[in-house]
């Protein structure tokens, strides 16, 4: 139990749950539409292997680098934010506030690296269980649904019209489909 505590005092310190939920946003973002756009890309040559190895080694790499940038920029933003206070107080500052700055790097930085790995895996799962060409309208359907998802959710937090906010999601994702689409030669099928 005293973890649980010394979690929730770093968390009201550092404002953690919003790093985490902004970090989440980002990686999961990314992880779906950089999938989405490896297979758009790739449909002269779309095979269920593919996408498979594709989807899972990009979703790993986009895991790697996330976990690591972030953790580097939270570091760097971090000392700068307690190098200030300490400029303020005039004094050096030790103890719960820079345990605290380390701990929300470590949550956000993980958070980053681990949502575009789940969120790569939306696009390929169709094609562990379909056949190619209904893979791929499963695919790019469940990709924008989980779009949607994701922007009604952000703009309920802000109290917008979660059909609008979900909608902007989605046409964030269309349009990297499309861009996607047209870089990989926009064969057929």
Do not use: Q
């Not at 269980?129 to 994701?150: G, K, N, P, Q, Y």
């Amino acid at each position: 139990k005293g973890w649980v505590k010394k979690y929730r005092e770093y968390a009201k310190l550092t404002d953690m749950a919003s790093i985490s939920r902004r970090y989440f946003v980002i990686g999961s973002f990314d992880g779906a539409l950089t999938i989405l756009g490896v297979i758009l890309g790739s449909l002269h040559s779309l095979s269920r292997e593919l996408v498979i190895t594709a989807g899972v080694a990009g979703g790993v790499a986009l895991g790697v680098s996330s976990i690591v940038g972030a953790y580097e920029a939270e570091r760097v933003e971090n000392k700068l934010e307690h190098m200030e206070l300490e400029g303020a107080m005039l004094t050096k500052v030790r103890g719960t506030h820079e345990k605290a700055l380390r701990f929300t790097t470590i949550i956000g930085s993980m958070v980053h690296g681990v949502s575009p790995m789940i969120a790569a895996l939306i696009p390929v799962i169709p094609f562990l269980f379909l056949e190619v060409h209904t893979a791929l309208i499963v695919s790019i359907s469940i990709t924008l649904c989980f779009l949607f998802i994701m922007g009604a959710y952000m703009g309920s937090l802000i109290k917008e019209n979660i059909v609008y906010s979900g909608l902007r999601f989605i046409l964030a994702g269309l349009i990297t489909a499309a861009l996607t689409y047209f870089i990989g030669g926009g064969h057929t099928l």
